[in-house]
């Protein structure tokens, strides 16, 4: 039983092959290289927060699912790791925006 | 050992049915452990973007050459890195030993080149005198290091620690000491200092490119 649940196992984690792999890595090179050109573009600053922070999301998002092979894992891993982790930046984000809104208003004109 | 460790897995103690994850307990610590780290990481950045909103004149030193066009290929080294080391858990996992431990040697030898291009770049600022406290740019923002040095700093510390990390799993995994799970748990330590160095290269380096 145990040879043959370990059998299994293995199967499990070869789900990705070497060229899914290799794809998702070209993926994030490029979107890597798109973010240095808009760089080079020298966009303007709350434009380029923007991109660039969902650039980063989309980025994580890969590295995540592929890469720790999140997406090969049950849901309840993804459920008792990712809401907890974005609840906690959420409540970092809520004390960052009106305090930083409110400073950018107190600076002299 | 594995034999054990597997039994672990199917056979939960406790007896109301399976274990709910399916996965092993190093794995779900290091997951664990990965989130808490990842809020350390969060609460540097989110810190580091109000310092910078409250000051109206923050530096943008870095010219797309040298430092944008270095910081992208370190990007492109840990990036190759990560390739490298899942490719590594992959072979582990189909029980090849000798190919996971050169894709683990592999992943290495990118994380000692990161880091010493790492160090170099920050030598260099030194040399600018560009330091933790100080900086020569006029107006003075003394937080600039602070951030700057803060933030790469304790990314590099994670690398340094994810090298002798993995060094210590290959030597033990070429052994046959430890198990594929062992490479598997590594991997996702490597793979997030991956992931937080795609949040500091755009936040700290391409934020930051000199406007001129």
């Known amino acids: 039983m145990s040879a043959h649940g370990h059998a299994e196992l293995t199967h499990e984690h070869s789900v990705g092959t070497t060229r899914l792999f290799s794809i998702v890595w070209v993926w994030l090179l490029l979107l890597t290289a798109l973010e240095v050109f808009l760089a080079y573009e020298r966009l303007e600053v709350h434009l380029m927060i923007t991109i660039l922070v969902g650039l980063s999301l989309i980025k994580a998002a890969l590295i995540m699912s592929y890469f720790m092979h999140l997406r090969f894992e049950r849901l309840g891993l993804f459920l008792l790791l990712v809401p907890a982790m974005v609840f906690c930046i959420c409540m970092m984000l809520i004390m960052f925006f009106p305090d930083s809104i409110r400073l950018m208003d107190l600076r002299p004109h | ?212």
């Open chain 2, 1 to 212: 050992m594995s034999e054990t460790e597997f039994e672990g897995i199917v056979e939960s103690p406790w007896s109301g049915g399976a274990s709910p994850f399916a996965i092993n307990s190093k794995k779900l610590g290091m997951w664990l452990f990965i989130i808490s780290d990842s809020l350390t990481f969060s609460a540097l950045l989110v810190s580091y973007a109000y310092v910078r909103l409250e000051t109206p004149d923050w530096p943008r030193p870095f010219e797309i050459w040298p430092a944008i066009a270095k910081s992208s290929f370190m990007t492109f080294v840990l990036l190759s890195s990560s390739l490298t080391m899942v490719l590594g858990v992959n072979s582990a996992f189909k029980g090849d030993r000798k190919k996971t431990v050169r894709y683990l040697i592999a992943t290495i030898i990118c994380g000692i080149a990161f880091v010493l291009i790492h160090a170099t770049e920050w030598v260099t600022l030194f040399g600018e005198g560009v330091t933790p406290w100080s900086n020569p740019w006029k107006p003075f923002v003394p937080l600039f290091g602070g951030t700057f040095f803060g933030l790469t700093g304790l990314h590099m510390v994670h690398v340094t620690i994810g090298v002798v990390y993995l060094a210590i799993i290959a030597w033990g995994f070429g052994k046959g000491k430890y198990t594929a799970e062992h490479v598997e748990v590594s991997g996702l330590y490597w793979h997030f200092v991956d992931l937080v160095w795609m949040f500091i290269f755009p936040m700290v380096y391409l934020l930051s490119v000199n406007p001129k």
